[in-house]
């Protein structure tokens, strides 16, 4: 198992001036990741635990007020760990889209709406892949959207001819088109209905299929989680608190966050409301001292208040930072 893309220690606070004073918010506070090759890898948590942020992280985009603090991102590139966040911008350049590439938040918005989709496909390849005529251009976007079982007449439309679910099927060609080895997608499926999401679904399923390539999706949707992915990592308060295979997770979730999570998910044959997590995440300007989910853990010792946990290996590939699961 090869890993792709590693975080060690990796912290990028936004850093912000209120009334003449600075406020800190630690949205990536200390991420230590490990991502294999050929995976579809979910990112889950509750909204502003900072999945985004990790994201936008892990593509190396930080504009202010975003600001990396500490530790170092890797990209494996060619078999050699590129340090990343020390590498200079230019240099940075030749791996976006090629070597990883990006599905925003939203993406159905993404597309420019007084442009053909043909149109938006052929600038994004004139500008990123050189040497070809405008007819290659064209053929290349075609076969793709055929190798993604999408009809080539979709090209042809304008973005409001489209269905919202379409509409984020060729966002998603858009940012695959160059084969990229890591895709980020962050709330690919949010805000669509259920048969749209599963034809998402299916859509990064079949890309990461024909690519062999690593899919890193965030979602705080468990029931997504459990449909695609095939290892995961569970975010509370800016820090990794689990991580472990899906199947793992779900069977046998360690941190009581990560239960929480999965009993709160719909069962089929539910009678009542499933319970959701008492109270909400800490603010990510003050964070309680210690474990930052003591304030909410059913079982939290006088040590999860003084003392934070660290991740840590409970059994093959099982990390949690719990004082009580581990
Ligand atoms: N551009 C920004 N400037 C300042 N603070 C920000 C910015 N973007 C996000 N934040 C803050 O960073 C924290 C983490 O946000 P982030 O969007 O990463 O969380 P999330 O888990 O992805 O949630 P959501 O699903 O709601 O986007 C939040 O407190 C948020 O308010």
Not at 93 to 119: A, C, E, T
Not at 181 to 195: H, M
Request: with cysteine; aromatic share 8%; proline share 7%.
């Amino acid at each position: 198992m090869s890993i792709i893309l590693k975080t060690e220690n990796l912290k990028a606070f936004y850093i912000l001036k209120y009334l003449g004073e600075e406020r800190v918010i630690k949205a990536v506070n200390g991420i230590n990741l490990e991502i294999p090759e050929n995976e579809i890898y979910g990112i889950a948590g509750e909204s502003g635990c900072g999945k985004s942020t990790l994201l936008k992280v892990l593509l190396a985009t930080l504009d202010p007020p975003l600001k990396h603090i500490d530790g170092s991102l890797y990209y494996n590139f060619d078999n050699n760990f590129i340090d990343v966040l020390r590498s200079p911008k230019e240099e940075l350049k030749k791996f976006r889209w090629k070597f990883i590439s990006y599905i925003p938040q939203g993406s159905m918005h993404v597309l420019n709406p007084v442009k053909k989709v043909k149109d938006t496909f052929l600038e994004f390849l004139e500008s990123h892949v050189k040497e070809k005529d405008k007819k290659d251009y064209l053929e290349l976007s075609i076969e793709h959207l055929r190798e993604l079982g999408l009809s080539p007449e979709t090209l042809e439309a304008y973005p409001h001819q489209l269905s919202g679910g379409m509409r984020q099927r060729v966002v998603i060609a858009l940012s695959t088109l160059l084969h990229p080895q890591i895709i980020l997608a962050d709330e690919p499926t949010t805000a669509l209905d259920v048969v749209a999401q599963r034809a998402v679904i299916q859509l990064l399923k079949r890309i990461q299929n024909t690519l062999q390539n690593t899919i890193i999706i965030v979602t705080h949707d468990m029931g997504i989680h459990a449909q695609i992915t095939t290892k995961m990592a569970i975010m509370y308060a800016g820090k990794i608190v689990e991580s472990a295979s899906t199947k793992e997770i779900f069977k046998n979730p360690l941190h009581p966050y990560t239960k929480y999570l999965i009993q709160s998910l719909p069962h089929i044959g539910d009678k009542e409301p499933r319970e959701g997590i008492q109270g909400s995440p800490p603010s990510l300007i003050s964070l309680p001292p210690g474990c930052a989910f003591h304030p909410r853990c059913p079982y939290a010792q006088p040590i999860c208040k003084s003392e934070e946990p660290t991740l840590k290996e409970v059994s093959s590939e099982h990390k949690v930072a719990c004082f009580i699961a581990s």
